[in-house]
Each structure stands twice: as structure tokens, then as C-alpha cells.
């Protein structure tokens, strides 16, 4: 397995230990809890910001193309191509300035957080599901 090096945080040129790929994979599927809960809240406030749609449906665009880059880095092809779904379905949901309850969005979402329940190992909050 290749090794991943890196410099610490605080500057020095010290490397920090070792990390194999398999390493850091494994902490991206541990982080996976906390994406589905992301993923969630931003659900949540996309419901509730029909002012300021233009801006959840950004924050969720942002935090899917940051999430199917990382899936695609960890060799995780369905995740990523689930997020490539929601990135652009709010992109386009952005621009043409939907409704808060755009379909597309909603069924890319849900099909998002299944995505991600599946792979650790959840079930799909209620929160999201029940938007259907």
C-alpha cells in the first residue's frame, strides 16, 4: 500500500506519522456518520429557508461536490455518483431560483443519505425520508 505523508499543522517540518491509504480510507468511511448527519441539516434547513433558497441549495451543491470527491478518491462509485446527482440538481435548482421543495433535489437528496446509511450500516432518518 502506498504511504501518505504529512507535514503537521503547527508549521514545523517534522512529518507526522505514516498513514497507509488504507488508513486514511478507513477514517473517510468512519467520517461517513457525520456526513449523513450534515446531509441532514442541510435538508432541514433547505425546508426552512425559502427566503434564502438560493443559498441552501449552495450549501448543499458545495457539500455534495466536496463529498463525491472524496468518494471518488476512496474508490466508492455509487456514493459518488449519488452526489454528483444532488450536486447538480442544486446547482440547477440555484439557477433558475426553485422552490425550496424542488422534486429533483429532494429525491437526490433522499437518495443520498440511503447511500450513505447503507454504507454504515443505518437506516435513513425520518427526517429525511418522511420529504418524499
Known sequence: MPRIERLRSDGSNWPAPDLTYEEVRQSFLFRLHSERASLVSLSIALGSAAPTAEL????????????????????????RDSAKVLELAANAAALT????????????????????????????????TARG
Do not use: C, K
Open 56 to 79: 441552501a441549495f449552495g450549501n448543499l451543491e458545495g457539500f455534495a461536490h466536496r463529498l463525491r470527491g472524496a468518494a471518488a478518491v476512496f474508490d466508492y462509485p455509487e456514493l
Open 97 to 128: 431560483s426553485a422552490a425550496v421543495n424542488e422534486p429533483a433535489v429532494q429525491i437526490a437528496a433522499q437518495h443520498l443519505q440511503a447511500r450513505l446509511s447503507h454504507l454504515i450500516g443505518g437506516t435513513p432518518s425520518a427526517d429525511v
